[in-house]
């Protein structure tokens, strides 16, 4: 399969059409980007590993009965998956507390939360992100039915049952993350984007260390030693 027209550049992915209309390929990017895009990087390797890591993720969710836009990684950099009308609302789900959460409503760092946290933002980079509830994404149309919402919930709690125990049975703790799901041709709604390091936070059981994007944001250093070591332990190696 053959890129096409340039369809949308983002931060970390470029989208390109194919010849076939329902199909397009993401080209993963290694620039980074922190606090809105105002923090700019770029590590070599980062979107190569970005994307083997959301192959093996996203399979494995297939493999678990979730219907994701994943078709094949067509080379290091490139994935091909299904053409979607991106849904314009971030799922972000917690299970410990960390970042905005603690900053905003004063939870210890490091809190193992009582249950699951399932919080909606708007996807807007204009007006930063801001949190959404239920009412704000039906007076937005971010979807037409409550039914939609409660869907985009169900899914992502059933993506935590089944990501969180695989992490944790190689020694990382899944602390949060963030999906975004889309519309496929027949209305489905289905997960899209990445999973990686990018967009979840992974900390070492043992240590402590963390082990995603916060090394960029927090001026660690060794994010993509950090990310092949996630790569490595998803692979068993
Ligand atoms: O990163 P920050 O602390 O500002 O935001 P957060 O709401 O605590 O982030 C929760 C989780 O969602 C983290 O794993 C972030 O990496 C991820 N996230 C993301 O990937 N993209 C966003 N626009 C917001 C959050």
Redesign the pocket.
Known sequence: MEKRELLYEGKAKRLFLTDDENLVISEFKDDLTAFNGEKKSSEAGKGALNNKISTELFKLLEANGIQTHFVKMLDDNHMLHTKVDVILI?V?V?NIA????TRNLGIKDGTILPFTLVEF?YKDDDLG?PKLNDQHALILGLVEHQDELDKLRRMARQINDILKPYFADKGLNL????LEFGKDKSGNIILVDEISP????FWDMESGEKM??DRF?QGLGGLTVAYEQVLNRILGK
Do not use: H, Q
């Open positions: 971030e972000i917690r960390t970042g905005s959460l933002d992100d602390v949060d993350f963030k990018d967009n979840c936070r995603d994007k944001r």
